[in-house]
């Protein structure tokens, strides 16, 4: 079976430091995988690379078995790619209800009758519904980040890119965020999340890569990965649990 997004002799450096190293990578479709590696080893510049936000300097992008190198961040949207940010970047002027109605018609092509239906679908699922009609910029950081999860499923995606969303949460917040996560896990979609927050990430992912120095150095089963010498030596003195 065709992965549904691959990686293939992915290159990518800004300056002397290189991210990406002829990096091939292959997630099939209801994988969920998560990415760890030390502060600033590029997972952010790996996703937004896969969402068309950075290009490659070398290698291609697949999306079920499409190159998908010379698209944009919309159009690789609206074929169902569809990233939550570090930081919640809801308009904050707008209501809630509003800011899930934009991603729904702009970034699903849902025309408005669909797009308020799917909206209040996710509104209600994420807990949102009784703020829909409060401005965005009002909410508290879980509900920011209920939001930012709302508006990414509200793009319909088949991949789910989420970077660092865990972060800044409450231990009973966090567990919440998880069980969101977990829903769209199980409701067939397949999610690729970066995460320092690891017993966030390991609740929801079933394979974790560690991306150091412009390679993958480990892939698999997330509890083997964590054993692996080499990736205790990289974070050796690095807080990742926090
Ligand atoms: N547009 C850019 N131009 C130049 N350098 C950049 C750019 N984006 C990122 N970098 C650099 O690339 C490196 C990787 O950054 P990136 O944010 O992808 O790492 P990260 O693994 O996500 O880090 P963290 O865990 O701290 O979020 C950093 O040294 C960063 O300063």
Redesign the pocket.
């Known amino acids: 079976m065709a992965a549904i997004l691959a990686l293939r002799a992915l290159t990518k450096s ?2 002397a ?1 290189t ?1 990406a190293r002829d990096l091939n990578l292959e997630i099939q479709e209801g994988e969920a995988v998560g990415i760890l ?12 690379l896969m969402t068309g936000a ?1 290009r490659p300097d070398n290698g291609s992008i697949e999306y079920e078995g499409l190159d998908i190198r010379g698209m944009s961040v919309e159009e690789r949207c609206r074929l169902g790619m569809a990233r939550a940010f ?1 930081i919640p970047q809801p308009f904050g002027g707008m209501t809630v209800f509003e800011n899930v109605m934009v991603a729904a018609r702009h970034g699903a092509g849902l025309n408005a009758k669909e797009a308020q239906a799917i909206s209040l679908e996710l509104l209600e699922r994420s807990g949102l519904l009784p703020f829909a009609n409060l401005a965005a910029g009002k909410l508290t950081l879980l509900n920011r980040k209920r939001l930012e999860l709302t508006r990414a499923l509200a793009t319909k995606p088949k991949v789910l890119l989420l ?2 969303i865990a972060g800044g949460l409450s231990q009973l917040e966090s567990e919440d965020l998880i069980n969101l996560i977990l829903q769209v896990k199980e409701s067939g979609v397949t999610i690729v999340w ?1 995460e ?1 927050v690891l017993h966030a990430l390991l609740s929801v992912v079933s394979r974790t890569l560690v ?1 150091y120095q412009g390679n993958f150095i480990a892939d698999g089963d997330p509890h083997k990965v964590l054993a692996d010498p080499k990736v205790s030596e990289i974070y050796m003195g690095i807080e990742v649990d926090g």
């Open positions: 800004f300056g430091i991210i590696g030390p502060n600033g080893a590029g997972k952010t510049t790996i996703l937004a950075l570090q970077d660092e970066i320092h991306l």
